[in-house]
Nanobody
Framework: QVQLVESGGGSVQAGGSLRLSCTAS????????LGWFRQAPGKEREGVAA????????RYADSVKGRFTISKDNAKNTLYLQMNVLKPEDTAMYYC??????????????????WGQGTQVTVSS
């Protein structure tokens, strides 16, 4: 299946911004859903943002609404996560994923079948 490679992670101060990229090995429009997830040490993996390929409908976790934006560039087979006004609690390993589920459950990991290796985001206070 598709291979996903994340990039763009790093260390920033609270209030700063980062843009994560996820480049796929083939046509990303073949998938119903594309999403971003994160996991911090000692915590469960959580859905951050998802986008439905056909309509570009999106879903966001309450904790990131108004700060994060998910988008994609079909010509480049790339998914993005723009993260603004970063907070220390955003610190985590971030993963991109592709799947075939419903946007109604786009923040659930069970909707996805392919995952990237992750990129670390660290936000200092």
């Amino acid at each position: 299946q598709v291979q996903l490679v994340e990039s763009g992670g790093g260390s920033v101060q609270a209030g700063g911004s980062l843009r994560l990229s996820c480049t796929a090995s083939d046509d990303i429009t073949r998938y119903f859903l594309l999403g971003w997830f994160r996991q911090a040490p000692g915590k469960e993996r959580e859905g951050v943002a998802a986008i439905f390929s056909a309509s570009n409908s999106t879903r966001y976790a309450d904790s990131v609404k108004g700060r994060f934006t998910i988008s994609k560039d079909n010509a480049k087979n790339t998914l993005y996560l723009q993260m603004n006004v970063l907070k220390p609690e955003d610190t985590a390993m971030y993963y991109c994923a592709a799947g075939y589920g419903s946007i109604m459950y786009g923040l659930s990991g069970s909707q996805y079948v392919n995952w990237g290796q992750g990129t670390q985001v660290t936000v200092s206070s």
